[in-house]
């Protein structure tokens, strides 16, 4: 019999609807083993000003997590100063950290098959004196890996980027042909390792309009991107592009392929999100571990209204669980 996945879920910013969106969890029964990394009270808290029934049982290493309705695995993390729904307070920035920190060694040391993280809010750990820029270069630093890349995905389409949160004005400058080839081995590897997929089809976007119409609009594609994905092509892995943006997102191309890459942020996303938002997941490939993410912000206007929508938390555990059991599965067949 297969042994279930268990998976690591911190519960991001108190003030924020994660802790709500938790709680709600427990309403119905989970094929997954959720612990949720958090603090006992702040759950308890939210789940009562919901009017939430919901039996929160302390984990440790070793117990089966509890997957009827009505209850919830809580492994405690303690350092909350503050638990008002809608209001930051940087006193919890070490504790918001510290739940990232648990889940993700956890993760390295085999106590858990993958982590699922609801929003943090960057500016108010920022406030608190420490840098963090989020969670992909958090657990970038903590897993030492020398790249990452993010990948958002709905059940229809997966877009990763070669650039994430640059100003407009440096992505020409940080596209180089080292960041776009680490990328794609990684983006290429990772599809294989965690989705099954056994020699992955990737669509890669241009960088100009018109991938540069010949180096009319730009020579970025022919001077750095065409020569990397030719180097790419060499090594075996199917790569199509450089594609004009405009024209790549649409049914022609995205039904022979099993991913896109953009070359920077608003080039990508906002396609995946008008197609799917509210039921897209975050993940961060690169990292020796499974790690998925909502694809919202904190929504502090929401927070303890019980309106904030957790689909987007369910497309994060059903991935990560996915992911989970293609990683043991790759595993197994390495070992064989």
Known sequence: MTAPVILALTAGEPAGIGPELCV?????????????VASPELLAQRAAQLGLTVELLPWQPGDTPATAAGRLSVLAVAGLASARAGQLDPANSGYVLETLTVAARGCLDGTFDGMVTAPVHKGVINEAGIPFSGHTEFLQELCGVERVVMMLATAELRVALVTTHLPLKDVSAAI???????????????????????????????????????????REEIEVIEPALQQLRREGIQLTGPLPADTLFTPHWLDQADAVLAMYHDQ?????????????????????????????????????????DAGSLHTAITVGEQMARCLRDSKKEAQS
């Open 24 to 36: 709600q969890l427990a309403g119905e029964e989970r094929t997954a083993g959720i612990v949720v």
């Open 176 to 218: 180089t042909p080292e960041r776009l080839s680490q990328v794609t081995r990684i983006l290429n590897n990772d599809l294989r390792r965690f989705f099954g997929i056994a020699n992955p089809r990737i669509l890669v976007a241009g960088l100009n309009p018109h991938a540069g119409e010949g180096g009319h609009l730009g």
């Open 268 to 308: 990508g996303l906002p396609v995946l999100k008008f197609q799917g938002f509210g039921r897209a997941v975050n993940i961060t490939l690169g990292l020796p571990i499974v790690r998925t993410s909502v694809d919202h912000g904190t929504a502090l206007d929401l927070a303890g209204s019980g309106k904030a």
